[in-house]
T-cell receptor
Framework: GENVEQHPSTLSVQEGDSAVIKCTYS??????FPWYKQELGKRPQLIID?????GEKKDQRIAVTLNKTAKHFSLHITETQPEDSAVYFC??????????FGSGTRLQVQP | GAVVSQHPSRVICKSGTSVKIECRSL??????MFWYRQFPKKSLMLMAT?????????EQGVEKDKFLINHASLTLSTLTVTSAHPEDSSFYIC???????????FGPGTRLLVL
């Protein structure tokens, strides 16, 4: 099965700074790479995703980059705001089965 | 966007009783639904994959006789925790997707507390 590692486990930044979270995976068949944001007690919400035929995707302050050769993809948040504080999960998907979630990164944006 | 609901949102039960959790896709047909469990400050762990009209596929270590899954229609999957014990207390979340689309839509979760 898929082995997913996510780093760092916690990340504290000042408001306005950038945050980067990295996810490595093991299954070379993975072809879909989403990032989810989960606030305390709430459902995971898809914030951005990328497919294997694309190297980078950006949506306003959020971007995802993919390196299929090295089997890792990263979440980039620029101009962080306090409301970005949450737990972020990567969850690569082979398309044949359910998502395999990383261990999560707790992001704290200090005002 | 696609909406997935879950019911109940939270439930407290006595040890030894059974609890049923419903997961519904409200505005799309979900050919596949997934059930996850999340312990406090932990990640989501897949329990089983539920396919409409066929038996669910359970992940290693998940007892199929304890966690009964039924996906009787394209909009409803149910998870029944049988003979619940305190260690089953957790946050149970379902997700659904349709056809060959990769995007999964998550329900709001059900918080189960077994006394």
């Amino acid at each position: 099965g898929e082995n997913v590692e996510q780093h760092p486990s916690t990340l504290s930044v000042q408001e306005g700074d950038s945050a980067v979270i990295k996810c490595t995976y093991s299954d070379s068949a993975s072809n879909y790479f989403p990032w989810y944001k989960q606030e305390l007690g709430k459902r995971p919400q898809l914030i951005i995703d990328i497919r294997s035929n694309v190297g980078e995707k950006k949506d306003q302050r959020i971007a995802v980059t993919l390196n299929k050769t090295a089997k890792h993809f990263s979440l980039h948040i620029t101009e962080t705001q306090p409301e970005d504080s949450a737990v972020y999960f990567c969850a690569p998907d082979t398309g044949r089965r359910a998502l395999t979630f990383g261990s999560g990164t707790r992001l704290q944006v200090q005002p | 966007g696609a909406v997935v609901s879950q019911h109940p949102s939270r439930v407290i039960c006595k040890s030894g009783t059974s609890v049923k959790i419903e997961c519904r896709s409200l505005d799309f047909q979900a050919t596949t639904m997934f059930w996850y469990r999340q312990f406090p400050k932990k990640s989501l762990m897949l329990m089983a994959t539920s396919n409409e009209g066929s038996k669910a596929t359970y992940e290693q270590g998940v007892e199929k006789d304890k966690f009964l899954i039924n996906h009787a229609s394209l909009t409803l999957s149910t998870l029944t925790v049988t003979s619940a014990h305190p260690e089953d207390s957790s946050f149970y979340i379902c997700s659904a997707r349709t056809g060959n689309q990769e995007t999964q839509y998550f329900g709001p979760g059900t918080r189960l507390l077994v006394l």
